[in-house]
């Protein structure tokens, strides 16, 4: 199984700042990489898939790049609405793998 | 508008079964492979079982390989998990979600961009 390693596990930030969340895979995963974002009792929501490409309806200021095993989520200027946990997911092989994800909570 | 409704968790003591339900609308439902995630009180996402547009290719976790059964009707627009022989680690919000379809034929492989709202399995006794 491919793992994923998010880091930090906790990132504290103010609202405006920038914030990148950092996702490695055990091996390369090409660019079949996703980012969900969880809200306190909700479900998932995907933000990002191919590793860059925005899903439809979500705000410009998330962005993702990498490729092979390393990958980062970027958030331009981090609103109210941001302050929750991000998980990356591989999709290259089976089985599906998440990282543990990554709590963004203000500073 | 996508959708997608599960229910049927529920308490059970460990050893038993339960039936997770997921109803889907908005979309070609037999167009698209599905999935359930789950995800353990105050923990990440854990990847449970995946089954094709067709149902005739079927995915599952090695934690679940052999207790899980996952399955569809297209002709209900619904997703089914059969869990037996529940333990106490299977207490999780079940979620399901649809995949969008994969750029190969031979795999369902993709991203999920589709997720229900979850339905809460307790396994206790």
């Known amino acids: 199984d491919i793992q994923m390693t998010q880091s930090p596990s906790t990132l504290s930030a103010s609202v405006g700042d920038r914030v990148t969340i950092t996702c490695r895979a055990s091996?390369?995963?090409?660019?079949?990489l996703a980012w969900y974002q969880q809200k306190p009792g909700k479900a998932p929501k995907l933000m990002i898939y191919k590793a860059s490409s925005l899903e439809s309806g979500v705000p410009s200021r998330f962005s993702g790049s990498g490729s092979g095993t390393e990958f980062t989520l970027t958030i331009s200027s981090l609103q109210p609405d941001d302050f929750v946990t991000y998980y990356c997911?591989?999709?290259?092989?089976?089985?599906?793998?998440f990282g543990q994800g990554t709590k963004v909570e203000i500073k | 508008e996508v959708k997608l409704l599960e229910s049927g968790g529920g308490l059970v003591q460990p050893g038993r079964s339960l039936r997770l339900s997921c109803a889907a609308s908005?979309?070609?439902?037999?167009?698209?492979?599905m999935t359930w995630v789950r995800q353990a009180p105050g923990k990440g996402l854990e990847w449970v079982s995946g089954i094709s547009g067709s149902g005739s290719d079927t995915y599952y976790a090695d934690s679940v390989k052999g207790r899980f059964t996952i399955s569809r009707d297209n002709s209900k627009n619904t997703l089914y998990l059969k869990m037996n022989s529940l333990r106490a680690e299977d207490t999780a919000v079940y979620y399901c979600a649809k995949i969008e379809v994969s750029l190969e034929m031979s795999t369902i492989l993709n991203y999920f961009d589709y997720w229900g709202q979850g339905t809460r399995v307790t396994v206790s006794s």
């Open positions: 091996q390369s995963v090409s660019s079949w």
């Open positions: 908005g979309f070609t439902f037999s167009s698209y492979a």
């Open positions: 997911q591989q999709y290259n092989s089976y089985p599906w793998t």
